[in-house]
């Protein structure tokens, strides 16, 4: 085959250190504008980008030419440098050190585009903490309570 294709939908989510209320609705939307663009100039498309206040969700298409561990790094670090230059509290945001990343297939993709865009709804219902919890037993991923937060 002369071309390389691919379709992969990567659902990442990430909160802040200490899961600190720094993301306030006033920025959200210009922080996911900011975000979308990051990744667009990564050759992954952001296909839905929502947040809360102590976190965020990233629905996006992975480029075939780069590795989810660079492209994560490259949205929190230019995230973070971003929101630091908006003053105030912002001067000590930062992001939690890890991620989930979940793989989504292209006919769950609508539903994973649902469930970004209800993040209000869900979490009056559940903590970050409780929603993340759920996401790793889901995809079957085995961790260590002790070294999912910092």
């Known amino acids: 085959m002369a071309q390389s294709l691919a379709q992969i939908l990567i659902h990442v989510i990430f909160s802040t250190k200490d899961r600190y209320p720094f993301l306030k609705s006033d920025n959200r939307a210009e922080l996911h504008a900011y975000a979308a663009a990051v ?10 980008i929502n947040s809360l206040d102590d976190h965020m969700h990233a629905l996006c298409r992975l480029s075939k030419n780069h590795a989810l561990c660079d492209l994560v790094q490259k949205l929190k670090t230019s995230t973070s440098k971003w929101l630091k230059t908006k003053g105030g509290i912002l001067t000590k945001f930062a992001w939690q050190n890890g991620y989930g990343a979940f793989s989504v297939s292209a006919s769950q993709s609508a539903a994973a585009i649902r469930y970004i865009e209800n993040q209000e709804s869900h979490h009056r219902k559940m903590t970050f903490q409780e929603e993340f919890r759920r996401f790793l ?11 999912v937060w910092d």
């Not at 100039?41 to 296909?47: E, N, R, T």
């Not at 037993?137 to 070294?147: L, N, T």
């Open 39 to 48: 990744l667009k100039g990564m050759d992954s498309p952001a296909i839905r």
């Open 137 to 147: 037993d889901k995809y079957g991923v085995e961790f260590d309570e002790r070294y």
